[in-house]
């Protein structure tokens, strides 16, 4: 139980800086390599690519999870408690709604990916498993969505 507590505090942030780090030292070592020894690497972009394509799907459940997930809300704002809390809960289901509609359809694409035996230029790793970050990322953006409306319904119930 511990240890699904801790994946649902920082399960994101944690893979997120990790992407994040690695982006940074293998263009620093891209940028040592060609300009110190004059000789570039063939995956280094492709490397950072993947990891920035990683992270963008990733941080999609997580900007959920702090709150921070782009919104306009000052129509929202301005409304009376009761109506306010009802609609943060519709916005939240809608937002459900939609990133499922987008990993329903994020599947069979990826699938399609891996029937293809496709493979990366530089790399040479399966292009599939590139492609499963909309899948993973789709799914906890679900989740993150589930948990905010959960958590803005028993803020409605105890008040």
């Not at 511990?2 to 893979?15: A, Q, S, T, V, Y």
Request: with cysteine.
């Amino acid at each position: 139980m511990k240890i699904l507590k801790w994946m649902d505090d920082h399960f994101e942030e944690h893979i997120l800086s990790i992407l994040l780090a690695l982006i940074a030292c293998v263009m620093m070592l891209q940028v040592i390599m060609r300009y110190i020894f004059n000789s570039s690497l063939s995956w280094a972009e492709e490397l950072s690519r993947y990891a920035f394509i990683w992270s963008a799907f990733l941080s999609i459940g997580y900007t959920i999870k702090e709150k921070t997930i782009l919104k306009v809300d000052t129509f929202v704002e301005i409304l009376p408690k009761s109506i306010k809390k009802f609609i943060k809960i519709l916005v939240s289901l809608v937002n459900v709604a939609f990133f499922a509609f987008l990993l329903f359809h994020a599947i069979p694409a990826v699938n399609k990916i891996f029937l293809s035996n496709q493979i990366s230029p530089a790399m040479g790793i399966p292009m599939y498993i590139i492609y499963s970050a909309t899948i993973l990322g789709f799914l906890l953006a679900v989740l993150r969505s589930i948990q905010r409306a959960v958590v803005i319904a028993k803020e409605t119930s105890e008040k």
